[in-house]
């Protein structure tokens, strides 16, 4: 049975930091790619940054430079690096494998960017 648990997110100030962690279960985590997504309340769910199982990673243009994705294959873990944070990265973030048969979700992780 596949699971991500993501974990890390929570309230900071405008220009601060943040870690988000998903740990993977269930998979052979080191052949997928990993996925960050985001929601905002009334908004779309849309990519933040995806990293290859090569170490490959590419990033929404309005995150570049600021957020880092990394993954750790011997805890089977996917990181997002979140710098220089603004009220508008407020959103729930989830992580996301598509492994078969239909790609699977974490339950997310709120991340609010608020003075």
């Known amino acids: 049975q596949v699971e991500l648990v993501e974990s890390g997110g929570g309230l900071v100030q405008p220009g601060g930091s943040l870690r988000l962690s998903c740990a993977a279960s269930?998979?052979?985590?080191?052949?997928?790619?990993m996925t960050w997504y985001r929601q905002a309340p009334g908004k779309q769910r849309e990519l933040v940054a995806f990293i290859t199982s090569g170490d490959s990673a590419n990033y929404a243009d309005s995150v570049k430079d600021r957020f880092t994705i990394s993954r750790d294959n011997a805890k089977n873990t996917v990181y997002l690096q979140m710098n220089s944070l603004k009220p508008e990265d407020t959103a729930v973030y989830y992580c996301?494998?598509?492994?078969?048969?239909?790609?699977?979700w974490g339950q997310g992780t709120q991340v609010t960017v608020s003075s």
């Open positions: 996301y494998c598509n492994a078969r048969p239909g790609g699977y």
């Open positions: 269930g998979i052979i985590f080191s052949t997928y790619a």
